[in-house]
T-cell receptor
């Protein structure tokens, strides 16, 4: 079974600074998807960024980028120019690409990100 | 707006009672997933349905059951409720097949409080 580990229960960063959230995972599969979801105080689960394991290029979405190290099974999220609206719980998630979607996401326990004004 | 609709948004009930949570997936999504988020447990996968049939089971209690109807909406039934069942219950849906991009689309959740 796949596992996802987020070793930082809480992180704090000054507004406008850069912060990196860590995630490691364990799998025996070679093809899969990795995600970062954001859960603000509203509790809605919002997709931040997606990475396909077969792609070597790291995904980027505006101020959000990932550092995907497949051999190390590491998938960190970098948030540049942090904004107050980035304050949220961030979850790293894994999903197998086999089965065409016949399984769900495996989540880490989350990292609570605090933005200091 | 993810396109996934969950009702009710909030529900308060007493121990021993039974409740039903409802989910309408995004148009065209055949797979529905239920997750439970408790304060100290993170997001726990409960069960998945695909086109009306149960596809995968996670840490779902025997007191809980679910089904997916022909119109693809799903219901999660929670019975003999205990204080520990108080949680946020998420429904998510996913594309299967040709347009598969991996992510799940989440509803806003149903917050259940058991008193």
């Amino acid at each position: 079974a796949q596992t996802v580990t987020q070793s930082q229960p809480e992180m704090s960063v000054q507004e406008a600074e850069t912060v990196t959230l860590s995630c490691t995972y364990d799998t025996s599969e070679s093809d899969y998807y990795l995600f970062w979801y954001k859960q603000p105080p509203s509790r809605q689960m919002i997709l931040v960024i997606r990475q396909e394991a077969y792609k070597q290029q790291n995904a980027t979405e505006n101020r959000f980028s990932v550092n995907f190290q497949k051999a190390a099974k590491s998938f960190s999220l970098k948030i540049s120019d942090s904004q107050l609206g980035d304050a949220a719980m961030y979850f790293c998630a894994y999903r197998s690409s086999t089965g065409g979607g016949a399984d769900g996401l495996t989540f880490g326990k989350g990292t609570h990100l605090i933005i200091q004004p | 707006d993810s396109g996934v609709t969950q009702t009710p948004k909030h529900l308060i009930t007493a121990t021993g009672q039974r409740v039903t949570l409802r989910c309408s997936p995004r148009s065209g999504d055949l797979s529905v997933y239920w997750y439970q988020q408790s304060l100290d447990q993170g997001l726990q996968f409960l069960i998945q349905y695909y086109n009306g049939e149960e596809r995968a089971k996670g840490n779902i209690l025997e007191r809980f059951s679910a089904q997916q109807f022909p119109d693809l909406h799903s219901e999660l039934n929670l019975s003999s409720l205990e204080l520990g069942d108080s949680a946020l219950y998420f429904c998510a849906s996913s594309v299967v097949g040709g347009s598969y991009t991996g992510e799940l689309f989440f509803g806003e959740g149903s917050r259940l409080t058991v008193l």
